[in-house]
């Protein structure tokens, strides 16, 4: 666990100025959501590996009490920095591994629990956290669709599929909670955006490739004409879903 902590410490820097440039709006929509389905106002959520608190704004702003947890002690001062500037009271913060958390929660604990993007939810039993240390239900908050017309034409051509597991995991979860007989419910956000790359960035991106000659073919059919390339892209973000529901029989 050692090695996961020291990762996102590392690249918790690089990881906020991303977030930061975002202009996806990923917490705006969230949580009108939320506000529509009477989620918020809330009286306690648990935002499970926050990082360096995407969520907290809009979050802790239809909470009374915001708890924020995450492995990565850098990533909880950024939150904790972010929280502090703008006066925000009532936010909580939790420097643990999932596992130990779960070992330290008692069941019924938030009113809600809300998880996006979290690469360490891989099995039923973590399922079966969440649920437990829940008191009304459950958020798994994914990216489950990605496609654009650059990366992957080239990711296409090179036999590179890096992103389709990473991408299933929310639909894995729902066919583990379909077993355990819960009933899940989703909500699909999508976002559309344009950029334009250089010939430079694409081979420092695909640096591995940059000798194969079908790489170098294709570099040469895109930039032909033109100093950069346009990629349109289109994601999807997926919010799972399921009301609390006594597991003792499941477990």
């Keep these: ?117 979290n690469p360490a939810i891989q099995s039923v039993a973590n399922l079966l956290e969440l649920n437990r240390i829940s008191e009304k239900g459950v958020f798994i908050f994914r990216m489950t669709e990605e496609t654009d017309s650059l990366f992957s034409v080239i990711d296409a051509r090179l036999g590179i599929d890096h992103q389709q597991e990473e991408l299933s995991w929310l639909f894995t979860y729902q066919e583990w909670l379909a077993e355990l007989k819960f009933v899940t419910e989703t909500k699909s956000f999508y976002y559309q955006y344009e950029e334009a790359f250089s010939r430079a960035f694409l081979e420092t991106y695909y640096e591995e490739f940059i000798e194969e000659t079908q790489f170098r073919t294709l570099l040469s059919e895109l930039f032909s004409d033109n100093s950069t390339v346009t990629s349109k892209t289109t994601i999807c973000f997926t919010l799972l879903y399921w009301k609390k529901k006594d597991t003792v029989s499941q477990l």
């Excluded at 690089?14 to 202009?23: A, D, G």
């Excluded at 009108?32 to 989620?39: G, P």
Aim: glycine share 2%.
């Design 1 to 117: 666990m050692k090695e996961i902590e020291d990762f996102w410490d590392e690249f918790a820097e690089e990881y906020n100025e991303i977030q930061e440039e975002s202009e996806l709006t990923l917490s705006s929509d969230v949580t009108n959501y939320f506000e529509k389905r009477n989620v918020f106002p809330a009286n306690a959520l648990l935002d499970l590996a926050g990082g360096s608190g995407r969520y907290l704004l809009d979050f802790s702003s239809n909470v009374k009490n915001y708890t924020l947890v995450d492995i990565s002690e850098k990533m909880l001062e950024k939150a904790e920095q972010l929280a502090e500037s703008h006066q925000r009271k009532n936010c909580q913060f939790l420097h643990k591994e999932m596992s130990d958390f779960f070992n330290e929660t008692n069941d019924n604990a938030y009113e809600y629990v809300f998880s996006a993007m």
